[in-house]
């Protein structure tokens, strides 16, 4: 890691149940799914990034090109079924396949409590965070159980204990339902079904949230133990190992990543 924050490591293991295959990542134009994306392809899959961002999602395609990757941007609003759908059968009409699933797009909520959150803003929040990882699990599994592989969806420290920011936390909690659910409807398969609860990261949505100024980052860096802010890469490393033959034992777990902050 540069001290600029840039992830320029090496994968530090190599899998061997990459090659030839096809990962799908949603919200992947910035932060944790760009990172993932770029991990997926660094360990030989080919890879389609997912997010309504298209400029910055055909840039993730590019930067996994440019290292040798396999990739395709394709523009997709997870809220919306129909283009879920089409995202999964390009991907399957590109590649032949679906093999991996990260479920990461999301959005966060502003400094309103429950009382002052409008309605319609409690169903952006739900409808992206939660809803949106329903219709791509929907469509991801049919595509996945035709040969096996694994789902990781990303829900938050606020999917494990309580956050102020309620429909936030409401809808990352119930990522962490979904995924324990369906990873039990689908445990005699050859798919499994886990999330990643990341602490506090480094991302676009982190600079949001903290206004970026020196003070809102050192008031969220105050709550990690480990005092600093995770890389993006590092919750990568985590989807990528639950992906992994090495997690084939492991079903809806939801894996806590997070310097410490949650414990
Ligand atoms: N950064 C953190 O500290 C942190 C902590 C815990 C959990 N998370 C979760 O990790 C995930 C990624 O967050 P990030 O920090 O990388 O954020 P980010 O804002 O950098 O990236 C989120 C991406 O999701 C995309 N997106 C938003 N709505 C979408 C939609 N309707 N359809 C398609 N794409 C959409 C955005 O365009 C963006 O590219 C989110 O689910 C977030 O809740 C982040």
């Known amino acids: 890691m540069t001290e600029d924050g840039e992830d320029r490591r090496q994968p530090a293991v190599a899998y061997r149940n990459f090659d030839d295959k096809v990962a799908f990542v949603t919200g992947a134009a910035s932060g944790i799914g760009r990172a993932t994306a770029l991990a997926f392809g660094r360990q030989g899959a080919s890879v389609v ?86 219709l791509s699990m929907k469509c991801e599994i049919p595509a996945i159980l035709d040969g096996g592989g694994a789902i990781v969806n990303i829900s938050s420290g606020a999917g494990i204990s309580g956050f102020p920011g309620s429909a936030y936390g409401a ?14 409807e689908y445990a005699e398969t050859d798919l499994r079904i886990n999330a990643v609860c990341p602490g506090i990261v480094d991302t676009s949505m982190m600079d949001r949230f903290t206004g970026d100024t020196e003070e809102g980052r050192q008031e969220v860096i105050d709550q990690e133990p480990v005092g600093r802010m995770g890389n993006p890469a590092e919750i990568a490393d985590a989807v990528l190992w639950l992906c992994s033959d090495a997690a084939s034992f492991v079903l809806g777990h939801a894996m806590v990543v997070d310097g410490g902050q949650t414990v």
């Open 49 to 134: 990034v997912a997010d309504v961002a298209e400029d910055d999602n055909r840039e993730t395609a590019e930067l996994i090109e440019d290292e040798g990757g396999r990739a395709l941007a394709v523009s997709c609003d997870l809220r919306k079924s129909e283009e879920v759908q089409a995202a999964i059968e390009t991907t399957v009409d590109e590649f032949g396949r679906l093999d991996f699933a990260c479920n990461n797009a999301g959005v966060e909520q502003g400094p309103e409590k429950t009382h002052e959150l409008d309605d319609d803003e409690w169903d952006r929040i739900v409808d992206t965070d939660l809803r949106g990882v329903f």
């Open 171 to 184: 809808a990352k909690h119930g990522v962490v339902g979904l995924t324990r659910s369906a990873a039990l």
